[in-house]
């Protein structure tokens, strides 16, 4: 089965989509990656989805993504007096203290002390997903006096924002730690770390991953934004996390830095997925907004390798419409008039290494040619992804020895992939291309294709060849 779109779609799976018909349903309906929020999953229960993605895989006959997406550092406040919800009024003084008595109107227990000894005069502190705004009088390493410049009520345990200010701690909490290697031995295909803030942030984790797994960066902080082109370069892929980047930034900036990190990743051939409140009123409703259409559209225009679900599918009333209203969109853009135009205006000239001329070159030769496909043999999947950054009209097919380089390749923009045996040599490799651009449906015999590899085969991220090939009967 081969998709009608480029663009990936990430479903996450929860409490409405853990059974394996819905998720066999999900996949059948466009899903290619299916995300495991660690924040709502046990390691028994990421085992059983991990299981039961693996057995869908295996009927479906095509392989798939799974991300799972650790928690990270969340911060809250304390409780407060009889669990009572208390009214904070604009002006006035609040206190957070690390006194771990419940709290009132005046004050309550910051169980934090990092953010404690972090905050200074000036910064700010948003509570409960920026609903409530103070902004810091005097900071100690016991406590911050703020005053309320955004009021309202406020309740036991609610979230902390400081998005002004640095914490001297990593993104991998004790939680996380378990919860990545928990992960690496299900054989999961990617990790999400959150709330990144430096480059730093991602080198504890691939210490631990070892290459076992694709490393993505949410980027939810502005202190990442400041730091993007180095946490790029250390990830193997980027979540623009609109969520909580629009808690911490002003809103108005955030459509700006989306388009900003999409072309940042794509200059870097890296993946870079789109997320967070797409389609959120199909939570409820079977049919989206007009808003969030155009949301996703913009998303799959700009050239985003991918468009996520949050609680659409994982907890809402309608995940199978969710995912092929995601579906319909993406094709419906992919066809439209303008959008060749727009996404290769956005094309960014290759380095000057063999490997990038070479697959620049496949993507030129293809469109001039008029080729069935790219067929790109890859090892470590550098070879496809560099094709994919290409965004060529021309399909490409991405097979390689390796199933784990398989699965995490369906992240990749336009990437059909498949597992095959390892080539023997040159001419076999290029035989076995055929075959397979026949057998998937993207090549008829008679009809030419482009195949490009690295060669001596073992050498990852070598790409140094091209053939046009004639798929004979």
Not at 206 to 224: D, N, S, W, Y
């Amino acid at each position: 089965m081969k998709r009608n779109r480029r663009v990936k779609i990430l479903a996450t799976l929860g409490p409405s989509s853990s059974s394996k018909d819905m998720i066999k349903k999900l996949w059948q309906a466009g899903a290619d990656v299916f995300r495991i929020n660690m924040s709502h999953s046990s390691h028994e229960v990421l085992n059983s989805l991990v299981n039961t993605i693996r057995s869908v895989e295996q009927e479906m006959g095509r392989p798939i993504g799974i991300l799972a997406d650790l928690q990270g550092p969340k911060l809250r406040v304390g409780t407060f007096q009889g669990d009572q919800k208390v009214t904070l009024e604009n002006g006035a003084t609040f206190t957070l203290d690390n006194d771990v008595t419940p709290g009132d109107s005046s004050r309550v227990y910051l169980p934090h002390p990092e953010i404690l000894g972090s905050l200074q005069a000036g910064h700010r502190l948003l509570l409960d997903d920026g609903k409530i705004g103070l902004r810091v009088t005097k900071a100690s390493p016991e406590r911050c006096e703020t005053t309320v410049e955004v009021g309202g009520v406020l309740s036991n345990r609610k979230g902390v924002s400081v998005p002004d200010t640095e914490i001297p701690v990593g993104a991998l909490t004790e939680k996380d730690h378990k919860d990545l290697i928990a992960a690496l031995d299900a054989k999961v295909d990617w990790i999400a770390l959150s709330f990144v803030q430096r480059p730093e942030d991602l080198i504890e984790v691939r210490k631990i991953a070892q290459g076992r797994v694709g490393i993505l960066a949410k980027i939810e902080k502005p202190q990442a934004i400041d730091r993007l082109a180095e946490i790029i370069e250390l990830s193997d892929a980027i979540m623009v996390a609109r969520g909580d980047l629009g808690v911490e930034m002003p809103l108005e900036k955030v459509p700006g830095l989306q388009k900003q990190m999409i072309r940042s990743c794509r200059k870097a051939g890296k993946p870079v997925i789109v997320a967070t409140q797409m389609l959120e009123s199909m939570i409820t409703s079977p049919v989206p907004t007009r808003a969030e259409v155009s949301d996703v559209a913009t998303a799959v225009f700009e050239g985003a390798d991918a468009v996520m679900l949050s609680a659409e599918s994982a907890a809402g009333r309608f995940p199978v419409e969710a995912v092929s209203t995601m579906d319909k969109i993406a094709i419906e853009v992919e066809q439209d008039v303008h959008f060749r135009s727009i996404i290769h205006a956005q094309r960014t000239e290759p380095e000057a290494t063999g490997a990038d001329a070479i697959t620049a070159a496949a993507g030129q030769v293809a469109e001039t040619l008029d080729l069935a496909a790219i067929v790109t043999y890859t090892a470590s999947g550098a070879t496809a992804l560099r094709a994919s950054r290409e965004r060529p009209s021309t399909p490409i097919i991405a097979f390689s020895p390796e199933i784990t380089t398989v699965r995490r390749l369906t992240l990749g923009w336009g990437l059909h992939c498949v597992a095959n045996v390892d080539a023997a040599n040159e001419q076999d490799m290029v035989e076995r291309a055929c075959e397979l651009a026949n057998k998937e449906g993207y090549a008829k015999p008679g009809q030419r294709i482009i195949v490009s590899a690295g060669v001596p085969f073992d050498t990852p991220g070598s790409t140094n060849m091209l053939r046009i090939a004639f798929v004979s009967e």
